[in-house]
Nanobody, 120 residues
């Protein structure tokens, strides 16, 4: 069984930073491209950042220059370093493996996510 477990969220002041982690089990992690997604209440889930198995990265326009995605294949973990956070970054953050970079179809069930709340 594949499991995606996110952690690292919390409450942070505007302008602050957080580092999220996503631990993946049940697959050969190094063979998969992984994305970070977020969803605010009443809004659609959006792609935040994406990293391929060969370390190519892509960022959403709203976070480019502020967020950094990385991965450690030895730990089967993908990270999201978030800096200069604003209230618009608040939401539940999830990781998953999409069918392709911008696909809304995921290979696996969503995990629990981790809540990020940025005070204004």
């Amino acid at each position: 069984q594949v499991q995606l477990v996110e952690s690292g969220g919390g409450l942070v002041q505007a302008g602050g930073s957080l580092r999220l982690s996503c631990v993946v089990s049940g697959i050969d992690f190094s063979e998969y491209d992984i994305g970070w997604y977020r969803q605010a209440p009443g809004e659609s889930r959006e792609l935040v950042a994406y990293i391929t198995r060969v370390m190519i990265t892509t960022y959403g326009k709203s976070v480019e220059g502020r967020f950094t995605i990385s991965r450690d294949n030895a730990k089967s973990t993908v990270y999201l370093q978030m800096t200069n956070l604003s209230a618009d970054d608040s939401g539940v953050y999830y990781c998953n493996a999409p069918w392709s970079k911008y696909s809304t179809t995921m290979l696996y069930d969503w995990g629990p996510g981790t809540q990020v709340t940025v005070s204004s």
